[in-house]
């Protein structure tokens, strides 16, 4: 399984971004795409995750409401809007996957990671 994860920029304050995870090689259509970020000094942490087979969805609570995650099964592609976006929001971010049925935030599950994309919100 291949992962691609692009869209991250710059952006100003209470700008927004579309993050794509563009995924290939899965043995099945059902698996679970998850967004992670690490911003500067801190710990890699799960933002988002949503499963393919019934959309599932979870989101982090600094991101509720303001981060929406969706998906294109036929092209095996998730995306990460994000809007309103805050100065903390600043890091690399990360999709992961594995061939679950269920949503995590638990890092250790997901078998397959992309390269990261860097978000950067200026004030």
């Known amino acids: 399984v291949q992962l691609q994860a692009f869209g991250g920029g710059l952006v100003q304050v209470g700008g927004s971004l579309r993050l794509s995870c563009a995924a290939s090689?899965?043995?099945?259509?059902?698996?679970?795409i998850g967004w992670f970020r690490q911003a500067p000094g801190k710990e890699r942490e799960g933002v988002s995750c949503m499963t393919s087979r019934d959309g599932m969805t979870y989101y982090a609570d600094s991101v509720k409401g303001r981060f929406t995650i969706s998906s294109d099964n036929a092209k095996k592609t998730v995306y990460l809007q994000m809007n309103s976006l805050k100065p903390e929001d600043t890091a690399v971010y990360y999709c992961?996957?594995?061939?679950?049925?269920?949503?995590?935030?638990?890092?250790?599950?997901?078998?397959?990671w992309g390269q990261g994309t860097l978000v950067t919100v200026s004030s």
């Open positions: 090689g899965f043995t099945s259509d059902e698996y679970a």
């Open positions: 992961a996957a594995d061939q679950s049925l269920s949503v995590s935030a638990e890092q250790g599950r997901y078998d397959y």
